[in-house]
C-alpha cells in the first residue's frame, strides 16, 4: 500500500497575490490618512546639528516633534535655543538663563506650558527676560560647553543661572557624547546609524508606517508595560 500525498502549491503564485494585495492596501491607507490630513509623523525632526563630540539645537527653526506619547512645537531662536517663536532675542533686560537636560528642554511640551515658560511669562511682569539653554541629552560638560560660550556672545551676563538637576542629570554628570552621529539633524549610536536612519527616513516618508508604528507601540503598552523595572534604573542613580 502506497501513501499518495497532495501536492503542495507552489510559493510563488502565493507571493503573485498576496504582495500587490498588501502593496495594494498599504497605498489606501496612505491616501485615506493623506486624505484625512495625518501625515509622516518622526519623531526627532531634524532638530540638531553637530557640535564638537556632541550637538545642539538647529537656530531659527520650527518643528513639530511627534511620538506615540505626545505632540508638540519646537522652535528656536537666532541663539539657537528653544523659544517661543523664532528670530533674534537682544536680551536688553535683565534675564535669567536656565540649564538642563531634557526635563528642562521640555521634550513633549509647548514652551508657554513648560516650566521655564511660565516662569518667563510671569517673570516678564516684572520686567525680567529669560532664556532656555537646556538640550534634550545634554550632559552637564556640554551645558556647561554651552553656557560659556553663551556668555561670550551675550551682551550681558544674566542676573541670575539656575541648573536643574535630574536624576540622569547626576547619574551621568561626569560624561559627555563620544558616541554620537548626526544624519541629517538626527542622532544615532556612531556604530549602528544606518538602519535606525533608514528608519527615521520612512518615519518622513510615509503616514501609513507611522500609523502602524503608533498602533503596534500603543499594544505594546497596554499589554506590555515597562513595569517598575524602568523606575529602578532611575532611582538607582541616586546611589
Avoid at 497605498?27 to 526627532?44: D, K
Avoid at 528670530?87 to 528642554?105: E, H, I, K, M, N
Avoid at 508604528?213 to 508595560?225: C, H, I, L, N, S
Wanted: hydrophobic share 40%; proline share 8%.
Amino acid at each position: 500500500m502506497s501513501l499518495r500525498t497532495s501536492p503542495q502549491p507552489p510559493l510563488r503564485p502565493a507571493l503573485l497575490l498576496v504582495l500587490p494585495t498588501l502593496v495594494a492596501c498599504l497605498a489606501l491607507l496612505e491616501i485615506g490618512l493623506r486624505v484625512l490630513g495625518r501625515g509622516p509623523t518622526g519623531t526627532t525632526d531634524d532638530i540638531f546639528e553637530p557640535y564638537r563630540d556632541a550637538y545642539r539645537l538647529k537656530p531659527n527653526q520650527t518643528r513639530v516633534s511627534h511620538t506615540p506619547s505626545f505632540t508638540c512645537t519646537i522652535r528656536t531662536n537666532a541663539r539657537g535655543l528653544r523659544d517661543r517663536s523664532e528670530g533674534p532675542r537682544p536680551l536688553a533686560r535683565p534675564y535669567v538663563a536656565w540649564l538642563g537636560d531634557s526635563a528642562t528642554f521640555a521634550n513633549g511640551v509647548e514652551y508657554e506650558q513648560s516650566f521655564v515658560g511660565l516662569f518667563g511669562a510671569a517673570a516678564e511682569r516684572h520686567g525680567i527676560e529669560v532664556v532656555n539653554l537646556a538640550v534634550g541629552g545634554h550632559h552637564l560638560a556640554e551645558q556647561e560647553e554651552l553656557l560659556g560660550d553663551f556668555l561670550a556672545s551675550a551682551p550681558h551676563p544674566p542676573d541670575e543661572v539656575v541648573f536643574v538637576f535630574t536624576p540622569q542629570l547626576m547619574g551621568l554628570f561626569d560624561q559627555r557624547h563620544h558616541d554620537l552621529a548626526l544624519h541629517g539633524g538626527y542622532l544615532f549610536p556612531r556604530d549602528r546609524w544606518l538602519g535606525p536612519y533608514l528608519v527615521v527616513l520612512l518615519n518622513d516618508a510615509s503616514a501609513a508606517y507611522g500609523f502602524l508604528r503608533d498602533g503596534v507601540r500603543a499594544v505594546q503598552a497596554r499589554f506590555f508595560p515597562a513595569g517598575p523595572k524602568v523606575a529602578a534604573e532611575m532611582l538607582a542613580m541616586y546611589a
